[in-house]
């Protein structure tokens, strides 16, 4: 139940194209659900982040589509770049359980030039 | 802002030394900090949570007295893998919650360990 299941595994797509990365959970106890950007050999780096009461949020070329009833959540990359070629976790808390995350399993995601 | 850094970034240790890693918020107080370990083209997994000056919470099946967690203050926080084997060699990541925006994680630039 407090698991966050993400795909696909991997992603090829054009540059200028659009990236689509859906996540799903079962804990309806979820209530933050942020996306994670992560280069090799680096940390993750908070991408955008969308909280239940919205259906979509969106910074740039990155938006969050949530749908609660769906218990499902994903991320477009529009105008996609080489420079978001990088791996995108996706995870959810809890409010009271010290904020931990729960991650999904990553999907790299390779923009070609 | 909301910047969290890492030291040593990489290490090599020979097996049966100690290595300590210590995670640092520059910019802000952090209310919780956590380690966390990641193996190759694998997602993040949750090794402990920490507060300034209690004990840490493990997670199940993470052996607390190998890895020893300090909290000392509310912007540092150290990991120190005792007894390292090469099968602790592996990236070591800490993340911060700030005081002032209680839901995001800011995480660290993440600390090589090889052990030989």
């Known amino acids: 139940q407090q698991q966050v299941k993400q795909s696909p595994q991997s992603l090829i797509v054009q540059k200028g194209g659009i990236s689509i990365i859906n996540c799903a959970y079962e804990n309806t106890a979820f209530d933050y659900f942020p996306w994670y950007q992560q280069f090799p050999g680096k940390g993750p780096a908070l991408l955008i982040a969308i909280r239940p009461d919205v259906s979509e949020k969106k910074e740039g070329r990155f938006t969050i589509s949530f749908n609660k009833s769906a218990k499902q959540f994903s991320l477009h990359i529009m105008d996609s770049q080489p420079g978001d070629s990088a791996t995108y976790f996706c995870?959810?808390?809890?409010?009271?359980?010290?904020?931990?995350?729960?991650f999904g399993s990553g999907t790299q995601l390779t923009v070609l030039p | 802002g909301a910047v969290v850094s890492q030291h040593p970034s990489w290490v090599i240790c020979k097996s049966g030394t100690s290595v300590k890693i210590e995670c640092r918020s520059l910019d802000f107080q952090a209310t919780t900090m956590f380690w966390y370990r990641q193996f190759p083209k694998q997602s993040l997994m949750l090794m402990a949570t920490?507060?300034?000056?209690?004990?840490?919470?493990?997670e199940q099946g993470v052996e607390k007295d190998k890895f020893l967690i300090n909290h000392a203050s509310l912007t540092l926080s150290t990991l120190t893998v005792t007894s390292a084997h090469p099968e602790d060699s592996s990236f070591y990541i800490c993340?911060?919650?700030?005081?002032?925006?209680?839901?995001?994680?800011?995480f660290g630039p993440g600390t090589r360990l090889t052990v030989t």
């Open positions: 920490s507060n300034e000056g209690s004990k840490a919470t493990y």
């Open positions: 995870a959810a808390s809890i409010r009271g359980s010290a904020r931990q995350l729960t």
């Open positions: 993340s911060a919650t700030s005081r002032r925006t209680f839901y995001e994680q800011y």
